[in-house]
């Protein structure tokens, strides 16, 4: 952490010299230390016993995504802050630095660190090596640099969560949007408002307006279609009304590589969802691919030239870079974006194989070594309560001295994903509810209004904190009666 120099007015100046703390002084809580703020990272912040462990969160964001509500922030369904949950919630109880992890030495149990806040270029400013200490009392600095800082752990639980996949066509980075953050939400939400309003001008053609109101998304899956349900159920509703010859030129394509949309969806519901898109006019464009992608237009192999305003990239995930630098753990060679865990979530050394009892991964970070479960959240989300109950356990019955129990810990029940169904909301309040698969209660599928209601009560339902259990149906109330904000700022 970067310090600071402190002086005491009309007296003698003291400097202070670097203090690295590893842990308490009496090192009479086990330091917990988790990477990554998502559906895994954030349940364990949540429910872990903060009065035995001494947890440190480490993330580059201080707040927690609900992924399944971004598309509507995106269009202005839900306010941004409605799909939110804050880190600091659960401060000073925990210590949580917004900063990535670069680096980890499983050997002597060390974290290095970078912030990801910009830096401090106050004039005459000094680093901490010129005296000062960390506000918390848990990290130090990196010898000989200056910008990170290192903290050691007693557990560590990877959760890093995975990248956007671009399948490393040229352009995608620079020129199209991803939706899996809500800075990701607010910006698409400002690019299309953006577009309606360089379309309203005087000074540009119809063919250039057609051009600004083709909106493109690429990737079938959950993600893709439920953004152009929501871009759908925005363009004929709020966009109808305050731009109505506008309105009229805008067009929604989908396009993926895959035959059918909703690729893990029961086929009935591939149908239902592909027949629905068809009647509101969003065009599917399966089995199609693209080459690379430009300012304002993309090069599609079946198609050639597409020109659009705004281009949405959903199309999978990417291993995370800290996942990619870890040499010293086994890793899942179908996804290469994972690491691989036995079945009670503790991650496998590369040189025996065998189970490192300190460091445990979970989420998209991870892949079970005998059982491959979808990357969703739904997955994440269980595998977190599962470790949290354990390492629980693990802290209430071992010692007071030092060292953990590793007999409590090598005794655990093997972690089993109970699936609960898969929802997607396809526009005009109609989804799909699949649970064919269900690992619980009766299976079958619900299509429509019905299958629309359970969507919305299970993300209701869903929502962590009584704050947004109040502000998410009170946004939907008030945008059903008085339409969504079309402002830009």
């Known amino acids: 952490m970067l310090s600071v120099q402190r002086a005491a007015t009309g007296t003698s100046t003291r400097q202070l010299g670097v203090r690295t703390f590893f842990g308490t002084s009496s090192r009479a809580k086990q330091r917990l230390v988790i990477l990554g703020s998502g559906w895994g990272g954030y349940e364990i912040l949540r429910a872990i016993d903060k009065k035995r462990w001494n947890v440190i969160m480490v993330s580059p964001t201080n707040y927690f995504n609900f992924?399944?509500?971004?598309?509507?922030?995106?269009?202005?369904?839900?306010?941004?802050?409605?799909?939110?949950?804050p880190v600091r919630r659960y401060t000073p109880d925990v210590i949580a630095y917004t900063a990535w992890c670069d680096s980890i030495d499983f050997k002597h149990k060390k974290l290095v660190c970078m912030p990801a806040t910009s830096p401090v270029t106050f004039e005459g400013s000094q680093t901490q090596s010129n005296g000062g200490s960390d506000v918390n009392e848990s990290a130090s600095l990196v010898t000989?640099?200056?910008?990170?800082?290192?903290?050691?752990?007693?557990?560590?639980?990877?959760?890093?969560?995975?990248?956007?996949?671009?399948?490393?066509?040229?352009?995608?980075?620079?020129?199209?949007?991803?939706?899996?953050?809500?800075?990701?939400?607010?910006?698409?939400?400002?690019r299309i408002?953006?577009?309606?309003?360089?379309?309203?001008?005087?000074?540009?053609?119809?063919?250039?307006?057609?051009?600004?109101?083709?909106?493109?998304?690429?990737?079938?899956?959950p993600t893709g279609v439920e953004f152009a349900a929501e871009l759908h159920d925005f363009l004929h509703s709020d966009i109808a009304r305050h731009y109505p010859a506008l309105a009229r030129m805008a067009k929604?394509?989908?396009?993926?590589?895959?035959?059918?949309?909703?690729?893990?969806?029961?086929?009935?519901?591939?149908?239902?969802?592909?027949a629905k898109f068809k009647r509101e006019g969003i065009r599917l464009l399966t089995q199609?691919?693209?080459?690379?992608?430009?300012?304002?237009?993309?090069?599609?192999?079946?198609?050639?030239?597409?020109?659009?305003?705004?281009?949405?990239?959903?199309?999978?995930?990417?291993?995370?870079?800290?996942?990619?630098?870890?040499?010293?753990?086994?890793?899942?060679?179908?996804?290469?974006?994972?690491?691989?865990?036995?079945?009670?979530?503790?991650?496998?050394?590369?040189?025996?194989?065998?189970?490192?009892?300190?460091v445990f991964a979970i989420g998209d970070a991870c892949t079970i070594e005998t059982e491959a479960l979808p990357a969703t959240a739904q997955v994440a989300n269980q595998q977190a309560k599962y470790l949290t109950k354990r390492l629980n356990r693990l802290i209430k019955s071992s010692s007071a001295s030092a060292?953990?129990?590793?007999?409590?810990?090598?005794?655990?029940?093997?972690?089993?994903?109970?699936?609960?169904?898969?929802?997607?909301?396809?526009?005009?309040?109609?989804?799909?509810?699949?649970?064919?698969?269900?690992?619980?209660?009766?299976?079958?599928?619900?299509?429509?209004?019905?299958?629309?209601?359970?969507?919305?009560?299970?993300?209701?339902?869903?929502?962590?904190s009584v704050r947004n259990k109040i502000l998410v149906p009170m946004y939907w109330f008030l945008n059903w009666i008085f339409g969504r904000d079309l402002t830009r700022f």
Request: with cysteine; proline share 4%.
């Open 144 to 190: 000989g640099n200056t910008e990170k800082f290192q903290l050691t752990y007693d557990k560590l639980v990877i959760a890093v969560g995975a990248y956007n996949q671009t399948f490393n066509v040229p352009g995608v980075k620079e020129h199209a949007h991803f939706l899996k953050d809500i800075r990701d939400a607010r910006r698409i939400r400002t």
């Open 288 to 358: 199609h691919h693209v080459e690379r992608v430009e300012e304002g237009r993309m090069f599609v192999t079946e198609e050639g030239e597409v020109n659009f305003g705004l281009l949405v990239w959903s199309t999978g995930l990417s291993p995370n870079p800290l996942i990619e630098s870890i040499t010293e753990l086994k890793k899942d060679e179908r996804t290469k974006r994972s690491l691989l865990t036995n079945g009670t979530l503790n991650v496998l050394k590369a040189d025996t194989g065998a189970p490192d009892p300190d």
């Open 252 to 274: 929604i394509n989908l396009y993926d590589v895959a035959p059918h949309i909703l690729g893990g969806f029961d086929t009935g519901l591939q149908e239902y969802a592909t």
């Open 67 to 85: 992924t399944p509500l971004l598309a509507s922030c995106s269009v202005g369904t839900l306010e941004f802050r409605a799909a939110v949950e």
């Open 193 to 221: 408002l953006e577009c309606f309003e360089q379309a309203n001008q005087p000074t540009i053609t119809d063919a250039d307006r057609r051009k600004l109101l083709n909106f493109c998304i690429v990737g079938g899956g």
């Open 403 to 464: 060292s953990s129990s590793d007999a409590a810990s090598a005794d655990a029940a093997a972690f089993k994903f109970q699936n609960a169904g898969s929802l997607a909301y396809v526009g005009d309040w109609e989804a799909i509810f699949d649970r064919t698969k269900a690992a619980r209660g009766p299976k079958g599928k619900e299509t429509g209004r019905v299958a629309w209601l359970l969507w919305r009560s299970a993300y209701f339902t869903k929502t962590l």
